[in-house]
C-alpha cells in the first residue's frame, strides 16, 4: 500500500530536549516537505526537500532541521525544543510531473513541549 | 508576498444546501491550484487539482472547483452536502515548477443532520 508513515504520533517533551520527528515514503516519490498545523494558521511549509541531499526552506524553518541521505526517508529535527514549537506536524512527499503533482500526507505527529 | 485567503472561518449547514467555499491566491506566475478536506483526526486527503485546462474542475465524493484567473479565485462547490461532509477544508497554491506551497488558514464545515 502506499503510504506515508511518521513515528511518533504523540510526543510530550520538555525544552531542550532535542528530538527526531521520522518521516518515510514507500512510493519513490522525489519530492518530501514538511509542515506545522496551528489553529486559524492553516499549514505551513517547515523545509522541503527535492531529492536526496536537497533542501530548502519552507515560510517557518526557525528551530528546525532536516536530512534527506535517502529517497525514503525525511526526518525532521528540533535540536532544542519550545513550547512554541507545540503544533501538529505533517510529513507529504509528491510525485511531480512537468504537468501536474499530488502530495500525500501522513498521518500526523501531535507535539506538546512543556 | 504570497498568500492565501479562506473567507470563512467555519460554515454550518443542513442536509442538502448548497455549498460555495472560497479561496483567493496571491501568487505570482503560473499557478497549480488544490483543495484539501482534512475529517476529524485524520490527515489531509486531496479533493481536487488544477494545473492547465479546462478551469472547471470535478473532484472525489461529489466536489468541484473553477480557477477564474481574472479573479484570482479557486472556490470550491458542492451541489447538495452531506452530514459526513463535515470536515476542514483547505485550499493550497504552488507555483509550476516551483517548490513551495501554500496553504490558506482552513474553513470548518459543520453539516446538521
Known amino acids: 500500500e502506499a503510504q506515508v508513515t511518521q513515528n511518533p504520533r504523540y510526543l510530550i517533551t520538555v525544552t531542550g530536549k532535542k528530538l527526531t520527528v521520522t518521516c518515510s515514503q514507500n512510493m519513490n516519490h522525489e519530492y518530501m516537505s514538511w509542515y506545522r498545523q496551528d489553529p486559524g494558521l492553516g499549514l505551513r511549509q517547515i523545509y522541503y526537500?527535492?531529492?536526496?541531499?536537497?533542501?530548502d526552506k519552507g515560510d517557518v524553518p526557525e528551530g528546525y532541521k532536516v536530512s534527506r541521505k535517502e529517497k525514503r526517508n525525511f526526518p525532521l529535527i528540533l535540536e532544542s525544543p519550545s513550547p512554541n514549537q507545540t503544533s501538529l506536524y505533517f510529513c507529504?512527499?509528491?510525485?511531480?510531473?512537468?504537468?501536474?503533482?499530488?502530495?500525500?500526507f501522513g498521518p500526523g505527529t501531535r507535539l506538546l513541549v512543556l | 508576498a504570497q498568500s492565501v485567503s479562506q473567507h470563512n472561518h467555519h460554515v454550518i449547514l443542513s442536509e442538502a444546501a448548497s455549498l460555495e467555499l472560497g479561496c483567493n491566491y496571491s501568487y505570482g506566475g503560473t499557478v497549480n491550484l488544490f483543495w484539501y478536506v482534512q475529517y476529524p483526526g485524520q490527515h489531509l486527503q486531496l479533493l481536487l487539482k488544477?494545473?492547465?485546462?479546462?478551469?472547471l474542475v470535478k473532484g472525489i465524493k461529489g466536489f468541484e472547483a473553477e480557477f477564474i484567473k481574472s479573479k484570482f479565485s479557486f472556490n470550491l462547490r458542492k451541489p447538495s452536502v452531506q452530514w459526513s461532509d463535515t470536515a476542514e477544508y483547505f485550499c493550497a497554491v504552488n507555483g509550476a515548477g516551483g517548490f513551495k506551497t501554500i496553504f490558506g488558514a482552513g474553513t470548518r464545515l459543520f453539516v446538521k443532520a
Open positions: 507529504a512527499s509528491s510525485l511531480r510531473t512537468q504537468v501536474q503533482e499530488t502530495q500525500y
Open positions: 526537500s527535492m531529492n536526496v541531499e536537497v533542501t
Open positions: 488544477y494545473f492547465s485546462g479546462d478551469p
